[in-house]
């Protein structure tokens, strides 16, 4: 067999012919939310996924809304199977969810009860629903990115937990949960808000952080990913909240100001985004997958709803050949998708930039299949 005709590949349905290594960009009509979900599950088993973490947790969402274009059966009962190990037949789910990102694969069982139609998942659910009751907030009522760090606010925090607030409010009928992430997002939005279009990655309430000695009491600088989850966390939240929920408009406002960031951001050589957004002219930047694929995301379902005029949607073609630019299908005839942050803390400027460029890293993974599913259905 010829060299080419070992790397000939059916894809996502599409017979396409692609060099080992070769970017996406090279086989238009591949379906590449089905080639990153057949290439990590034949990389993972549900045993070997990783542990109850918001990484896993995104990509599996990710996961999960290809599952629902697709109705492939085997990428619904991949994700069961990997919950099922934290999850036991009563319900119980050992985890005292005393952080935001241990709550963000928290938003696979309402998906799973709304499916299965058993119960053990709504009981779940309730536990991380129920651990808000007691959880710290700000005086203004942002939760505390972890409850060891007091008074602190993380732009990364607010996708880890509102957006399942705000959708298991939709799906039990529980009104509280509408006001309490839009309360989040609203208070979050106030401390880190940049008059750039940007967001500062982090917020001190006392401002005894080394990092928050300034009148704001915010972190120096704009990180992409931590913008990214901010702007999809929006987005999501806006898809259940009643049209007439008092805070609808401030939330359309945050994506407006993240967009305004964005295009004035966006690195017009590549469509991508900075590690550090707006120093791009900066030695040691680099442009990181998984941000733009958040960026792209949000920019395209911001136009789709009429949140954004549609000017925008350049900015979002942009992107998504930007990001498409960085994935591709390796000798191994699995998907390899490149340069993305690994995860990160609040730092200095160096920090930022030596961060590690991982590929196949579940932050970027997931981001893809979010971005992927909603441009592939919006034409790009």
């Given at each position: ?74 990428y619904f009962t991949y994700i069961k199977s990997w919950v099922d190990r934290f999850v ?5 789910i050992s985890n005292s969810f005393n952080n935001l990102d241990s709550m963000r694969s ?86 880190l808000k940049e008059t750039n279009g940007l967001l500062y990655h982090a917020y001190d ?176």
């Amino acid at each position: 067999m010829s060299q080419l005709s070992r790397r000939s590949v059916l894809l996502g349905g599409t017979a396409a012919v692609l060099a080992a290594g070769s970017p996406a960009l090279a086989a238009p009509n591949v379906d590449w939310s089905v080639e990153v979900v057949r290439s990590t599950m034949a990389r993972h088993t549900p045993s070997t996924l990783g542990g109850w973490g918001y990484t896993r947790g995104l990509y599996l969402y990710g996961q999960y809304l290809v599952y629902k274009r697709t109705g492939t059966q085997s990428y619904f009962t991949y994700i069961k199977s990997w919950v099922d190990r934290f999850v036991d037949s009563s319900g119980n789910i050992s985890n005292s969810f005393n952080n935001l990102d241990s709550m963000r694969s928290g938003q696979l069982l309402p998906i799973l009860h709304r499916e299965t139609g058993q119960q053990r998942y709504k009981t779940a659910a309730d536990k991380i629903r129920n651990r808000f009751n007691s959880y710290p907030r700000t005086s203004d009522g942002g939760m505390f990115h972890a409850t060891s760090k007091v008074g602190q606010l993380w732009a990364d925090g607010v996708y880890m937990a509102q957006p399942f607030i705000a959708d298991y409010a939709k799906q039990y009928n529980q009104t509280y949960g509408f006001d309490e992430a839009t309360r989040n997002m609203v208070a979050y939005f106030t401390h880190l808000k940049e008059t750039n279009g940007l967001l500062y990655h982090a917020y001190d309430a006392d401002g005894s952080e080394s990092w928050a000695k300034n009148p704001g009491r915010h972190s120096a600088y704009h990180w992409a990913r931590a913008i990214g989850w901010f702007g999809m966390a929006a987005i999501d939240i806006l898809e259940v909240l009643p049209a007439t929920h008092p805070r609808r408009q401030a939330l359309i406002d945050m994506i407006k100001h993240l967009a305004v960031g964005y295009q004035r951001f966006q690195d017009p050589a590549s469509g991508r985004w900075w590690q550090v957004v707006d120093r791009g002219t900066t030695s040691g930047n680099w442009l990181e997958t998984s941000a733009s694929a958040m960026y792209t995301f949000m920019v395209s379902r911001g136009v789709e709803r009429g949140y954004l005029d549609p000017g925008y949607k350049a900015v979002a073609s942009k992107g998504y050949q930007g990001v498409l630019a960085k994935i591709s299908l390796g000798s191994d005839n699995r998907t390899n998708l490149r340069d993305i942050s690994e995860g990160t803390n609040v730092g200095d400027l160096n920090y930022y930039f030596g961060r590690k460029r991982n590929t196949n890293d579940f932050h970027g993974l997931g981001a893809f299949l979010i971005m992927n599913e909603q441009l592939m259905r919006t034409g790009g």
